[in-house]
């Protein structure tokens, strides 16, 4: 079964670090299929936080930086800001659905 | 600016049809891959279909082949998506989304319509 695997929450104070970790299998992230983070504000729509794995769209700080390697992938926030608490959504492609794949989504909530 | 505008939803019994439409602006429209994602209230994301800018590929998660079809009219900009024998499981708020060029990342979102099958 095609899955892509997020830790339900995380947690952080403000100024600190915190990781999102996304593990999935051969037939998505393992396969070299890119990964994207979407950000989701309460009552809001997704918006793209990382494309290909690493790509800041326009307008996105750099505190938001993403990584890859084998099977899993990670979002990293530095400067931990009040606004920054959301759900955070990894996205990739899977081979065996013919089809895009997301994580089951991560709460941040900044303490 | 890309602009992507969503209509259609509503209530509808368990069992019945209902067509989503997402009106597209601000780009040009058949040059690029379109997407459905829908939220169930309370959940996470889950991606519902996908078609090439041609309209000649399509494809569907397992959840919903067979009863949803995505379709486009590139001479109206718009993105559609026919839903039949709807369930109470289908209960969500339906996003279309606009894929990135030679990936499938989705770049833009539009604001969601709210399908409710209830009887």
């Known amino acids: 079964q095609s899955v892509l695997t997020q830790p339900p929450s995380v947690s952080g104070a403000p100024g600190q670090r915190v990781t999102i970790s996304c593990t999935g299998s051969s037939s998505n992230i393992g396969a070299g299929y890119d990964v994207h983070w979407y950000q989701q504000l309460p009552g809001t729509a997704p918006k793209l936080l990382i494309s290909?794995?690493?790509n800041r769209p326009s307008g996105v700080p750099d505190r938001f930086s993403g990584s890859k390697s084998g099977t899993s992938a990670s979002l990293a926030i530095t400067g931990l800001q009040a606004e920054d608490e959301a759900d955070y959504y990894c996205q990739s492609y899977d081979s065996s659905l013919s089809g895009s794949l997301f994580g089951g989504g991560t709460k941040l909530t900044v303490l | 600016e890309v602009q992507l505008l969503e209509s259609g939803g509503g209530l509808v019994q368990p069992g019945g049809s209902l067509r989503l439409s997402c009106a597209a602006s601000?780009?040009?429209?058949?040059?690029?891959?379109m997407n459905w994602v829908r939220q169930a209230p309370g959940k996470g994301l889950e991606w519902v279909s996908s078609?090439?800018?041609?309209?000649?590929?399509?494809y569907s998660a397992d959840s919903v082949k067979g009863r949803f079809t995505i379709s486009r009219d590139n001479s109206k900009t718009t993105l559609y998506l026919q839903m039949n024998s709807l369930r109470a499981a289908d209960t969500a708020v339906y996003y279309c989304?606009?894929?990135?060029?030679?990936?499938?990342?989705?770049?833009?979102w539009g604001q969601g319509t709210l399908v409710t099958v209830s009887s």
């Open positions: 601000g780009f040009t429209f058949s040059s690029y891959a």
């Open positions: 290909d794995n690493r």
């Open positions: 078609i090439n800018g041609d309209g000649d590929n399509t």
């Open positions: 989304a606009k894929e990135k060029k030679y990936s499938y990342g989705l770049e833009n």
